[in-house]
């Protein structure tokens, strides 16, 4: 009795190893999805040399006095515009998202106004007879060389500026040759700029300019004093606000 009870253990046992064979392997523990990460590209590097173009327009203020004859009064204030056109050279270095650079460039620019006031209309001609013709200032070109610092976020830039302006002033009674001088002053301003492809950026950017104070003192210019039969020795203020736009090629550090 008690073979036969261990020899039906044995078949039972032996069964149970033949069924666990044929049952499929268990299926493996789920793992965690991956976190998804965007990819994102390289930040744009504005440091570097670059050159280029800019063009846009001009807008300003000039007026004309006689120190020496200040009963004479002024011109007061009046308009000067035109357009400009030129090149642009500079470099920059590039510390985070902070760009700072030394741009220089000289444009072409026709910027004239005149006036027709009482002051001007009363400066004596060659003839020492009232002239009757008005004030003339213009400006023919200008040359700046700025610091820039700016804010960079990837390929747009916000950057203010300011430095040193050299130009000419031209003035004259309407009629008569001009008499040219040239005037150092100062500039300042601020403006964008996005690069647009890898070596390539535009801008758009604004630029006050005060070319401090001419001088017209030829008689073949500007006539006689009206006070005293002398050459007039005119005091001319000049101004301009700048909106350029610009397209710079960025060479490779």
Do not use: H
Request: hydrophobic share 45%.
């Amino acid at each position: 009795m008690k073979r036969l009870f261990i020899t039906a253990m044995l078949s039972i046992a032996a069964a149970s190893g033949a069924l666990a064979a044929d049952l499929p392997a268990p299926a493996p523990a789920p793992q965690a999805a991956a976190a998804y990460v965007p990819a994102v590209g390289p930040v744009y590097n504005w440091g570097g040399i670059y050159a280029g173009i800019n063009g846009g327009y001009g807008f300003g203020t000039s007026s004309w006095n006689d120190p020496a004859n200040p009963s004479a009064g002024s011109s007061t204030n009046f308009s000067t515009d035109g357009g400009l056109i030129g090149g642009t050279i500079g470099a920059n270095f590039q510390a985070n998202a902070w760009v700072f650079g030394v741009e220089g460039d000289f444009d072409w620019q026709g910027l004239t106004g005149s006036s027709s006031s009482a002051f001007c209309t009363s400066v004596l001609g060659a003839a020492l007879v009232p002239a009757g013709l008005s004030c003339k200032t213009e400006s023919n070109w200008l040359g700046t060389l700025r610091g820039r610092v700016g804010y960079a976020a990837d390929r747009l830039l916000f950057f203010a500026t300011a430095g040193g302006a050299l130009g000419n002033v031209e003035t004259a009674l309407s009629g008569l040759s001009s008499q040219s001088t040239t005037n150092f002053g100062w500039t300042a301003g601020a403006g964008v700029e996005v690069a647009f492809a890898d070596n390539w950026t535009a801008k758009l950017e604004y630029l006050y300019v005060d070319l401090g104070t001419a001088n017209c003192n030829q008689s073949a210019s500007c006539g006689f004093d009206s006070a005293a039969p002398l050459a007039a020795n005119d005091s001319v203020k000049f101004t301009e606000n700048l909106v350029r736009v610009g397209v710079n090629y960025k060479f490779e550090p």
